[in-house]
T-cell receptor, first 116, second 111 residues
Framework: KAGVTQTPRYLIKTRGQQVTLSCSPI?????VSWYQQTPGQGLQFLFE???????NKGNFPGRFSGRQFSNSRSEMNVSTLELGDSALYLC???????????????FGAGSRLTVL | AQSVTQPDIHITVSEGASLELRCNYS??????LFWYVQSPGQGLQLLLK??????LVQGIKGFEAEFKRSQSSFNLRKPSVHWSDAAEYFC?????????FGKGTRLHILP
């Protein structure tokens, strides 16, 4: 079973640009969550999508958005990039319904964004 | 509101010594609890999880954790650490709603 795949793994952008990150979940998983990881702040929850609908949202500005497609693949977009957006963006999938085991997150390797 | 606190940012132990990483949480009901490990440049790997039942749970790589409801804690333990255990460890809490993480504890191993 393939794991969670995130692309690109590394990217460099400049302030004011926008970026789109992609996440392909484990086959059969309908939930995709996004986290921002920075030194000192740990993993901060961005949002979760389930069956193409945003199910939960963290406390991030509207510049951060996401979507999920019918095949469960998800993208997140950050517009008008700021220096503070430099981070490792982690995607995680879970089946999202069923027994308690459905709530175990499986993570991708992350997309490291550097904003200059 | 749910929250997770890992009070130790860094911990250093000697190889072969025992380890305990602390985790306290705040949640409205009995949550699901998790410990994950992250090696440099990698994503997070699940070490163990607690959903219900026996409060002492066993995980991979010889780790175990104990859920103590009265203390709202879920501490991670290992009787004898190996140099390969050097990594960052994250405690997480949640349920069918969002799962949130603590800020992590970085484990350093002395030879």
């Amino acid at each position: 079973k393939a794991g969670v795949t995130q692309t690109p793994r590394y990217l460099i952008k400049t302030r004011g640009q926008q970026v789109t990150l992609s996440c392909s979940p484990i086959s059969g998983h309908r939930s995709v969550s996004w986290y921002q990881q920075t030194p000192g702040q740990g993993l901060q929850f961005l949002f979760e999508y389930f069956s193409e609908t945003q199910r939960n949202k963290g406390n991030f500005p509207g510049r951060f958005s996401g979507r999920q497609f019918s095949n469960s693949r998800s993208e997140m977009n950050v517009s008008t990039l700021e220096l503070g957006d430099s981070a490792l963006y982690l995607c995680a999938s879970r089946s999202g319904q069923g027994d308690s085991g459905a709530n175990v997150l499986t993570f991708g390797a992350g997309s490291r964004l550097t904003v200059l | 509101a749910q929250s997770v606190t890992q009070p130790d940012i860094h911990i250093t132990v000697s190889e072969g010594a025992s380890l305990e990483l602390r985790c306290n949480y705040s949640y409205g009901a009995t949550p699901y609890l998790f410990w994950y490990v992250q090696s440099p440049g990698q994503g997070l790997q699940l070490l163990l999880k607690y959903f219900s039942g026996d409060t002492l749970v066993q995980g991979i790589k010889g780790f175990e954790a104990e859920f103590k409801r009265s203390q709202s804690s879920f501490n991670l333990r290992k009787p004898s650490v190996h140099w390969s255990d050097a990594a960052e460890y994250f405690c997480a809490v949640g349920a069918e709603d969002k799962i949130i993480f603590g800020k992590g504890t970085r484990l350093h191993i002395l030879p």
